[in-house]
């Protein structure tokens, strides 16, 4: 079973950066897609960035032109860099991997990301 680990949240003031990083326990070369999903205090988990096994990226309205999903291959590692953080960006950021078009659904255990106005 793959497991997804993620790291690099904490406590940051508003306007700041932050990166995550999702390291996986195998190769993420034929994962069909991987992302990051956001879920705030008493709301429900939602995507933030996709990024395709083709390299093909997809955002959030929210985030777009602040946040930028990658992945080395080479480092079984998936990557969220976040820039102009604001309050509203806080909360538990999931790595999700979508094995292959059929579905495997593989979720990490999330890391914390706090924003300070």
């Known amino acids: 079973q793959v497991q997804l680990v993620e790291s690099g949240g904490g406590l940051v003031q508003s306007g700041g950066s932050l990166r995550l990083s999702c390291v996986a326990s195998r190769s993420i070369a034929s994962f069909y897609t991987m992302g990051w999903y956001l879920q705030g205090p008493g709301l429900q988990r939602e995507l933030v960035a996709q990024?395709?096994?083709?390299?093909?990226?997809n955002y959030a309205d929210s985030v777009k032109g602040r946040f930028t999903i990658s992945k080395d291959v080479a480092k079984n590692t998936m990557y969220l860099q976040m820039t102009s953080l604001k309050p509203e960006d806080a909360g538990r950021y999931y790595c999700?991997?979508?094995?292959?078009?059929?579905?495997?659904?593989?979720w990490g255990q999330g890391t914390q990301v706090t924003v300070s106005s």
């Open positions: 999700h991997a979508q094995l292959a078009t059929w579905g495997g659904n593989i």
């Open positions: 990024v395709s096994r083709g390299g093909n990226t």
